[in-house]
């Protein structure tokens, strides 16, 4: 054989050594995911953001050729996901699927989201559907890691196969893997969702700030994931920069909360804070209301509080045991009932979750539900209660800069 062959097939046309391919690996890899989250997911699934047509298209080109991903579908089963969540309607919720499977199998469970045509018709509306989607990246969908592969081979001889075999994976692995599985399953939470989604860390590196999810869950619409002082979304810091040269416009990012002092009776203001802000509510009276009153009840008792009361018991109570089994939810209601204040605080937060969750036509009737809420957990004698109630009360928007 001759010996430019053995060098064509053993380094392609361009011959690199191990750093420039394992560069090139994480450049071409860490481009895959922005396309993903910036493009598939904060622009075409939840309209947070706009980019410059020449730009949206090659992330859509990019997708097409390392993921063979279709637009519409992959918009279709994400809205599904945040409509459906944690039911057994959801196309990957650990909670019914089982971790192993999501994390394992999440390519299965995408596959078998994409067969179900009612849902991409339905799910998927407003995702592109110019000539090139309809006859090239929708119809040829696996052409496009084809091509790359024989471009990577062509360029890089064996070692590009390699490459192009972990690219295949990388998809796979991290977005319906972990960020599917794991960010439904472990982690922190900033926000108590009506769902399990969590956040994986605080700096949302790795992949494209997809790990801060309990916040996208919180605010979907938000093109901005990281909503705490010390988290940072690098898949933000993209966004800035591609906005700062005009190839990006951000449309939506979650708004700021403020509180007003000295207000006596909730207003509009204070319901239109609390609609967008009702996950921040809801865990401000867990950590503000509950939480001391559980401390104080291990006190009174002379025990320590994971004792007095399991930790996944205590989470239990954030969602009346929505994620308990029935053995465990019926431990938690009989646990509840024989301590009267703690029945009580539970109560307190069922209702008001019930008013802020409500999609009343008439908007005075929430705000009246509201208004009576407060009243009553006034008149309730529990000072931590009474100091939420002042606190809510208060609750504005703000305008922020993004």
């Given at each position: ?21 394992a ?7 860490q481009?895959?995911?922005l ?9 075409q ?9 020449v ?13 063979s ?12 996901h ?5 039911t057994?309607?959801d196309?990957h ?14 390519v ?13 018709e339905?799910?998927?509306k ?32 064996f ?20 960020v ?45 994931f ?39 009776v909730?207003?509009t ?5 609390l ?19 559980l ?10 509080l ?7 018991l205590?989470k ?29 605080l ?8 019930a ?13 009246q ?14 000072r ?13 928007l ?5």
């Amino acid at each position: 054989m001759p010996a430019s062959l053995i060098d064509f097939l053993a380094g392609g046309l361009l011959q690199w050594s191990f750093w420039p391919l394992a560069a090139y690996f994480l450049v071409a890899t860490q481009l895959t995911i922005l396309s993903v989250t910036l493009y598939l997911h904060r622009s075409q699934a939840h309209r947070g953001v706009d980019f410059h047509p020449v730009l949206a298209h090659f992330f859509r080109f990019w997708t097409w050729l390392t993921t063979s991903m279709i637009t519409r579908e992959w918009v279709a089963i994400h809205r599904k996901h945040h409509a459906k969540c944690e039911t057994e309607e959801d196309p990957h919720s650990p909670m019914h699927k089982g971790i192993k499977t999501v994390f394992w199998q999440g390519v299965e469970l995408y596959r078998e989201a994409r067969g179900m045509r009612a849902d991409i018709e339905q799910y998927g509306k407003g995702a592109p559907a110019d000539w090139i989607e309809r006859h090239l990246y929708t119809p040829y969908a696996t052409l496009g890691p084809t091509l790359l592969l024989f471009v990577s081979f062509a360029l890089f001889g064996f070692a590009g196969i390699a490459i192009w075999a972990i690219q295949m994976a990388w998809i796979p692995f991290w977005a319906a893997g972990v960020v599917n599985g794991l960010g439904h399953w472990w982690g922190y939470r900033n926000f108590e969702t009506t769902d399990t989604a969590t956040n994986l860390t605080p700096w949302g590196l790795w992949i494209g700030g997809e790990e801060l999810h309990n916040n996208h869950h919180a605010f979907p619409s938000s093109a901005k994931f990281a909503l705490r002082k010390w988290e940072f979304d690098i898949g933000w810091a993209v966004i800035k920069g591609l906005e700062a040269v005009r190839l990006a416009k951000v449309l939506r990012v979650a708004p700021a909360l403020d509180v007003r002092p000295n207000i006596h009776v909730p207003d509009t203001d204070t319901m239109r804070a609390l609609l967008a802000h009702r996950f921040q509510a809801m865990t401000d009276y867990q950590r503000n209301v509950l939480m001391p009153a559980l401390r104080e009840e291990a006190e009174a008792a002379g025990a320590k509080l994971r004792s007095l009361l399991p930790r996944r018991l205590r989470k239990g109570l954030v969602d009346d045991g929505r994620w308990l089994n029935p053995e465990a939810r019926e431990q938690m209601q009989q646990w509840i009932s024989q301590r009267p204040r703690i029945h009580t605080l539970v109560e307190y937060r069922r209702r008001l979750a019930a008013v802020l969750e409500a999609r009343s036509a008439n908007a005075s009737d929430a705000l009246q539900g509201l208004q009576a809420w407060c009243r009553e957990a006034e008149a309730s004698g529990i000072r931590a209660l009474q100091d939420y109630s002042a606190r809510l009360k208060g609750y504005s928007l703000q305008s922020v800069r993004a």
